[in-house]
């Protein structure tokens, strides 16, 4: 599968709760039996990028955008209601 960054639109982009994403984040990967090394290769982030996200250190919506990808959900999975 191909990520674009091209398509993320930045303007549309809202401020993430990084304790709701990065919790759903790792509950989701864990769902799937995902290790973090495997998430890592699928959306071709570093492992440390991932534990950033999953730290709640870094909400970089196009991370976030690469992360959802490999984990086949909506973006908006991450984003709280």
């Not at 890592?40 to 950033?52: D, N, Y």
């Amino acid at each position: 599968m191909s990520i674009s960054l091209n398509n993320l639109d930045k303007s549309n982009v809202e401020a993430v709760s990084a304790i709701h994403a990065s919790a759903a984040i790792r509950a989701a990967r864990e769902a799937i039996g995902y290790s973090v090394d495997d998430l890592a290769v699928t959306c071709g982030l570093l492992v440390s990028e991932i534990q950033e996200v999953e730290n709640g250190e870094d909400t970089d919506p196009a991370k976030l955008k690469r992360i959802a990808a490999a984990l086949q959900m909506p973006l908006t999975a991450f984003i709280p209601e």
